[in-house]
């Protein structure tokens, strides 16, 4: 069973910066194709903030955290570096996995259905 698990969430004021990180852990053995950030707010629906397609260096972001945000991976886990951080990025962040088939060319990473596993959220708080 694969399990991730997410840390570095908090309370910062607008502004700042934070740095999430997910480890996985179980049955990984480098099968995932398709890595990526989701966050939700109180009332409001999961939205896909970042993604990235393993082994292919592609990535994506939704609009409103293009340039404020990176999403990235190393051999241990994977991050999303957030700055310039507003109140309107205050949720709960998720992070996912998706096993192949995956295509960089679709929609497809901003789909939560798509993934086929997840962690169980990190709070980051933005006070303004």
């Known amino acids: 069973q694969v399990q991730l698990v997410e840390s570095g969430g908090g309370s910062v004021q607008a502004g700042g910066s934070l740095r999430l990180s997910c480890a996985a852990s179980?049955?990984?053995?480098?099968?995932?194709?398709?890595m990526g950030w989701f966050r939700q707010a109180p009332g409001k629906k999961r939205e896909a903030v970042a993604a990235?397609?393993?082994?292919?260096?592609i990535t994506y972001y939704t609009d409103s955290v293009e340039g404020r945000f990176t999403i990235s991976q190393d051999n241990t886990a994977l991050y999303l570096q957030m700055k310039s951080l507003r109140s309107e990025d205050t949720a709960m962040y998720y992070c996912?996995?998706?096993?192949?088939?995956?295509?960089?060319?679709?929609?497809?990473?901003?789909?939560?259905?798509?993934?086929?596993?997840w962690g169980q959220g990190t709070q980051v708080t933005v006070s303004s």
């Open positions: 990235l397609y393993i082994g292919t260096g």
């Open positions: 179980g049955h990984t053995d480098g099968t995932y194709c398709l």
């Open positions: 996912a996995a998706a096993l192949p088939p995956c295509s960089p060319a679709d929609r497809s990473w901003t789909l939560a259905w798509f993934y086929s596993y």
